[in-house]
Structures are given as structure tokens and as C-alpha cells.
């Protein structure tokens, strides 16, 4: 059993998309369930977790809806204003529906540390746990310092930092002390037990217009192994970041990668985790349908 725990999907328009920018021609378009069946099928994944990629309440309904016409999408980590005062209502419309979690992007936030500070989103994320959903805490590793306190303070369900906090690999060649206060970061946030991490979205952390070059497995493998030592493997969880990770490399080799690294690190119990068995636990999903189901 596989588990693609994030995946994002959209009906391209500009305006929506703030993040897309000129230079990343692959996103300016639709991107839509039946665009990564095959991918799927050949990696042999079985069900894929979707998540926001708009900031505003249709994104909700929209991955909502996919979930509900498509069979791998077991489950929808969507977006909600977490400071509004009619929160409670917007969640229970969604009540019984395939939402898992939410989640905000943090990493554009001009000040990171005063967002994490607002009373009105701290209450928020208190609904938002006493409901059972988990929060995706996306950030760029320069942010994570900003985070920590937050994340402590939000025990009530799980939390799951996405793309392992984005380490800046493009620069720790020229900058390495870079390397070493992301690894410390990391673990303050991995001494959490409340928190998870996806193994996700590195390869765009390169410098994707140039390619993955020659180095970069090396590289992805030394992060994964860093988190694996910080994490345990009951906490971490299989991500392609597909169609983003298509800026460097397709989700084959983004698959083909985080598999060489499960099969030489982790025993069969954990890879068992690792795949499909965290995720479940920590999203509260469903078994998903075998890979023929999805064909």
C-alpha cells in the first residue's frame, strides 16, 4: 500500500496563482486528477492526499468535489481563514466530507512570527484540533525558529510540516552554516511527538531550472537521513509534490528516489510506515483502493 500524502490540483488562472511565476511554464495550466493516473499506476501508489494551493474558501470545495469524482483522492488537506469569527460554521458545512486537515501558506507571510502570535489564529487552530483536523505547517527553513513555540502550543492533535521546512540546498554549498541550523531546527520541531514530517518537495529546493544535477541524490538522501534520525520512522510519510515537483524532475524519479531510500534505510515494518501506514494514522484517511481500482 502506497500513499501519495501531497499532491495539489488546479484550474489554472493567473490571477489565482500568485506563485506561479513566468519561469515555471509546466504550472500554467490545468492540473487535474486524471493528468497523474498513470504516474500513479506505475509507482504503484494507491490513493493520494490533496492539498491547497489558493488561499481562499472555494479551494476547500473544489478539492472536495475531486475527492468526490475521483477515487484516489482519499482525503483533502484544504484551506479555511482560521482568523474568521464564523470558523466553527464553515467546518461543520464540511462535516462528513473527506476533509483531513488544513492548511495556510505561512512561507509567504511577511512576518511569519506575528502570524503564529494572533490570538485570533491561535484560537482558530484550537477549533480546528478539538475537530480532529490536522495542520500542515509550511514554511522555509529560515522561518522554522518562528514556528517552534507555535507548534508547542497546539498539541491537541497532530501536526505535519511539509517538504521537511525547506531547507535552502541551493545555497548551502556557498553558505554552509545554513545546513547546520536547519539540522537544529529540525530536531527542536522533531522533539514535538505531535508532529510529523513529509518526505516531500526537495527537489524543487534545488535549483530546479538547471536541473537535479549529478550531487543531488546524495544530497536528498543526507536530508531524508536526517530527518529519518529526528523523526523516528513512525513519523514520517511519502510526498511527491506533484505537479510543483515537475520545475525538476517528473514524479517517477521523485518516486524512483524516495523508494532506493526506504529500501536501503528502513526495515519492512517501517516502510510500511513510511508509505502508507503514517499517513493513515496521522489524517485519520481510509484504506485506499488498490491501484487496479484506480484504473
Request: aromatic share 8%; charged share 20%; proline share 5%.
Amino acid at each position: 500500500m502506497k500513499i501519495d500524502s501531497h499532491q495539489h490540483f488546479w484550474r489554472y488562472r493567473a490571477e489565482d496563482f500568485p506563485w506561479i511565476s513566468a519561469g515555471m511554464p509546466v504550472l500554467r495550466q490545468d492540473r487535474m486528477p486524471a493528468d497523474v493516473l498513470p504516474a500513479l499506476a506505475a509507482a504503484g501508489v494507491g490513493a493520494v492526499l490533496a492539498v491547497q494551493a489558493r488561499s481562499e474558501p472555494a479551494e476547500t470545495d473544489f478539492l472536495l468535489d475531486l475527492a468526490a469524482r475521483h477515487p484516489q483522492i482519499c482525503g483533502v488537506v484544504g484551506w479555511v481563514d482560521v482568523k474568521a469569527d464564523d470558523l466553527d460554521e464553515q467546518l461543520a458545512r464540511w462535516q462528513g466530507q473527506p476533509l483531513k486537515g488544513l492548511r495556510h501558506i505561512l512561507q509567504d507571510e511577511p512576518d511569519v512570527a506575528a502570524w503564529v502570535a494572533d490570538a485570533a489564529v491561535n484560537r482558530g487552530l484550537g477549533s480546528l484540533q478539538r475537530r480532529g483536523l490536522c495542520w500542515d505547517v509550511l514554511v522555509h527553513a529560515h522561518q522554522l525558529d518562528a514556528v517552534v513555540a507555535f507548534c508547542a502550543r497546539h498539541d491537541g492533535h497532530q501536526l505535519v510540516l511539509d517538504h521537511l521546512g525547506k531547507p535552502a540546498l541551493r545555497r548551502w554549498a556557498a553558505e554552509p552554516a545554513l545546513s547546520r541550523v536547519w539540522r537544529q531546527d529540525l530536531q527542536r520541531l522533531a522533539a514535538l511527538p505531535h508532529l510529523a514530517c513529509k518526505l516531500s518537495g526537495l527537489v524543487t529546493e534545488a535549483d530546479f531550472p538547471a536541473g537535479l544535477g549529478a550531487g543531488f541524490e546524495a544530497q536528498l538522501f543526507a536530508c531524508f537521513d536526517h530527518a529519518l534520525e529526528a523523526f523516528g520512522a513512525q513519523r514520517l510519510m511519502y510526498g511527491s509534490d506533484w505537479p510543483v515537483c515537475e520545475l525538476a524532475a517528473p514524479l517517477a524519479s521523485v518516486h524512483g528516489g524516495a523508494q532506493r531510500w526506504a529500501q536501503s534505510r528502513l526495515s519492512a515494518a517501517e516502510q510500511q510506515a513510511f508509505w502508507a501506514g503514517n499517513a493513515l494514522r496521522c489524517y485519520g484517511l481510509q484504506a485506499p483502493p488498490t491501484v487496479e481500482g484506480i484504473r
